[in-house]
């Protein structure tokens, strides 16, 4: 059973940077494909950005240019490099495996606000 913690969230202005950390436990974390996922109030969860377990990358089209997300599995862990943010991005921000998720963390609060 993979678990999994979000955390790096925040308050940041259009324009701004944060970047996201995931850190699973549980499992063989190295084996999985990963997943950030974001659900915006009032709005399904979307896939934001995946990377295999030999961290190829892709990303939904939105977010292309101003994401990069990585991995490192000696620490379990998958990161989210979000740059440029804008306003749209605001939502909260989750990891899972992909394509199959598994049990949801309680994610991180992203605002992009002036």
């Known amino acids: 059973q993979v678990q999994l913690v979000e955390s790096g969230g925040g308050l940041v202005q259009p324009g701004g940077s944060l970047r996201l950390s995931c850190v699973a436990s549980?499992?063989?974390?190295?084996?999985?494909?990963m997943g950030w996922y974001h659900q915006a109030p009032g709005k399904q969860r979307e896939l934001v950005a995946t990377?295999?377990?030999?961290?190829?990358?892709d990303y939904a089209d939105s977010v292309k240019g101003r994401f990069t997300i990585s991995r490192d599995n000696a620490k379990n862990t998958v990161y989210l490099q979000m740059n440029s943010l804008k306003p749209e991005d605001t939502a909260v921000y989750y990891c899972n495996t992909h394509p199959k998720p598994r049990d949801w963390g309680q994610g991180t609060q992203v605002t992009v606000s002036s």
């Open positions: 990377i295999s377990s030999l961290g190829r990358a």
């Open positions: 549980g499992s063989i974390f190295s084996i999985y494909a």
